[in-house]
């Protein structure tokens, strides 16, 4: 059980463009879902909390309106790059947890995003 | 503030000898230590969580880790390291007393070798 899917695994883009990234849980309900990038060699830092139905924590320093986060189930968040640049190229990983006071995260995949 | 240290970007250790990843945390209040292993171009996989209860949690793989209040370490621990450990290892926190988000250590590259 607990089971994060994200969706795609990896996607290039041009600069200027939007993407979209999903992330699911496919056996439970979440109902904290986070996201995160990672650069290369370098922890996970934390961009975003999102709980379902309601709008998203942001993490200072993160611009909420280049990286649009909905959370419109228990099971789905998505978060958006607008207008991506080559900077925002970099490893976004999402994960889920039941309960966010003391609950394992579970954590998607990973998707690898490169801005041309 | 909370923080976690992983004082070691690397450890090598040889197949079949027992390994041991470091770290140690900062946090008011009651800790909730956890370990995280990630394979490469992969998320991250949940290996074992301390909440509460005795100090040795077990965990999945093998793998172990010691609570110790004292030291506030919760060290990684495996009796005979496989080369499919080889992995990148991340140590987290957060505390009790209602939501809180998750602290990353900087990670620890951990080598089997054969």
């Known amino acids: 059980g607990a089971v994060v899917s994200q969706h795609p695994s990896r996607v290039i883009c041009k600069s200027g463009t939007s993407v979209k990234i999903e992330c699911r849980s496919l056996d439970f309900q979440a109902t904290t879902m986070f996201w995160y990038r990672q650069f290369p060699k370098k922890s996970l830092m934390l961009m975003a909390t999102s709980n379902e139905g309601s709008k998203a924590t942001y993490e200072q320093g993160v611009e909420k309106d280049k990286f649009l986060i909905n959370h419109a189930s228990l099971t789905l968040s998505t978060l958006t790059v607008t207008s991506a640049h080559p900077e925002d190229s970099s490893f976004y990983i999402c994960?889920?947890?039941?309960?966010?006071?003391?609950?394992?995260?579970?954590f998607g995949p990973g998707t690898r995003l490169t801005v041309l | 503030a909370q923080s976690v240290a992983q004082p070691e970007d690397q450890v090598n250790v040889a197949e079949g000898n027992p390994l041991t990843v470091k770290c140690t945390y900062s946090v008011s209040g009651n800790p909730y230590l956890f370990w995280y292993v990630q394979y490469p171009n992969r998320g991250l996989q949940f290996l074992l969580k301390y909440i509460t209860g005795d100090n040795l949690v077990k965990g999945s793989y093998g793998f172990e880790a010691e609570f110790n209040k004292s030291q506030t370490s919760f060290h990684l621990k495996k009796p005979s390291a496989l080369v499919s450990d080889s992995a990148l290892y991340f140590c987290a926190v957060s505390h009790s007393g209602g939501y809180q988000k998750v602290t990353f250590g900087t990670g620890t590259k951990l080598q089997v070798i054969p």
């Open positions: 994960s889920a947890s039941r309960d966010p006071r003391a609950d394992t995260q579970y």
